[in-house]
Each structure stands twice: as C-alpha cells, then as structure tokens.
C-alpha cells in the first residue's frame, strides 16, 4: 500500500511496511535480519529500503547489490541524556555506526541531527530531509473518524494525547503520575500512542499501581497506523 505522506510523491509505486522487523530485531542475529530484509525486498521487487532507526544490517553478500538502503535517524537521544535503559546507549551506538558506514544513503530529520552524526564520524554523509506530510491528508479521513474514536472509546476535546515510543527514556512515568494529580476535569482521559519500548515493564509497574478508576482514565493503543493518528490528533 501507499503511506498517506507519500500520495503526492509521482515516482513513489508503491510501500511494503515491515513494523514486525524491529520486534524481532532484538531475538535473531543482524546477519539473519539483514538477509530476511533484503531478501523480502527481492522478491516483491523493491528497490528502496528505508528504516525509521538506525538499524544494524549491512547488504547480503550474494544478493542485494541492486537494492538502495536508506537509514533515516530521527535523532540521537540514547547518546546525551541519563534516563535511558543501561547499556541503551551502547547499543544505539553500534547501530548507528553499522548504519552509518554501510547504507548507501543516511537521512536525518532535522538539521541538529545531521550535524551531530556526521561529527561522530569526521565525516560529511549525512543530510537533512524533513518528514512529508500532506496537508490534503485530513480531509481524506474525515469519514473514518467517528469510527476510530468509538474504537478507543474517545470523544472530542475530551483527552490529552502522548504520540511517543512507550519506553523509559521518554519520561512517560512523570507524564502518567502528573496526569493522576489532575482532579479539576475527571472526565478528560490520557491517550498514549506508540509501540513497546526498553523500560516498557516500569511503566507498567506505575500503570498497575494506580486504582481502577485512574487507570480507566489511562488509554494505551499501541502501534497505529498514519490514518488513525491523523484523526485522533
């Protein structure tokens, strides 16, 4: 299928979007991941693959060749602040390091980025790309709103909504234990929206330790998809 940021995007055919790749990244060895990616590539005959981390594959030795590898870097937290899981930092290191030396193309989203990646390496070779987003997109989805927020049990205007990966690192404990100091509008619920992360477990821990009655308040989805954010944003 098509994301919805790339519609307006002519020489774009089409999208195959692994999400599941990154579950399992941290279970089987980078060489396995890195033949299952490009060999899924292959066969559906793509020529592009892009990842939205820095990811440890490299090409396969005897496939491969023909099929671009982006890697696009969001930013690199796990580097500069304390509250990341130990050995986190390590770990996105050697990432981005394996990402940086073998894709044929490394994209940061903001100017800061790119900067301090190529500081890294004494070298020049990432760039900057901002995230599309189409300003059509929202009228495109206007009719599957009411559906979605029946889905989540959501009205309008009446919740506050964290869009971030559910790990330590994104402070998302401090977020759960200020909502529940707010008594003046019980009726407005919290809305986390993101996948599992390094940590996830303590914030269950902090979750669970709530009464009924705030944790009914608390909503979490789990990955969505570009459709679904649109309307609950």
């Keep these: 299928h098509k994301p919805e940021s790339l519609k307006n995007y002519s020489k774009v055919i089409g999208t195959i979007n692994l999400c599941f790749i990154y579950r399992i990244s ?10 299952l990616i490009f060999h899924l590539a292959k066969r559906n005959d793509i020529d592009t693959i892009i990842t939205s981390s820095p990811f ?7 496939f491969g060749k023909h099929i671009k590898l982006v890697q696009y870097v969001h930013d ?5 602040i304390l509250e990341t899981v130990p050995g986190s930092g390590k770990k996105f290191l050697k990432n981005l390091e394996v990402a940086y030396q073998s894709a044929d193309e490394v994209v940061a989203s903001s100017e800061t980025t790119r900067i301090k990646i190529n500081k890294i390496f004494s070298k020049d070779k990432a760039k900057l790309l901002y995230l599309p987003f189409s300003p059509s997109e929202k009228s495109e989805v206007k009719l599957n709103a009411k559906a979605v927020l ?3 049990k959501l009205k309008r205007e009446s919740y506050l909504i964290c869009l971030s990966v559910l790990e330590q690192r994104k402070n998302i404990n401090r977020l759960i ?21 390094e940590g996830y477990k303590e ?14 308040r608390i909503i979490t989805t789990g990955f969505i998809n570009e459709k679904e954010k649109q309307v609950l944003l």
């Design 26 to 35: 941290d279970i089987l060895p980078n060489r396995i991941i890195s033949w």
């Design 76 to 80: 690199i937290m796990p580097l500069n």
């Design 56 to 62: 440890a594959i490299k090409k396969p030795i005897f």
């Design 203 to 216: 914030i269950i821990n902090t979750y669970n330790s709530l009464n009924k009655k705030m944790r009914d």
């Design 177 to 197: 234990q200020a909502f529940t100091l707010s008594t003046t509008k019980p009726q407005i619920k919290l809305v986390l929206v993101g996948d599992k992360g």
């Design 150 to 152: 029946q889905y989540y």
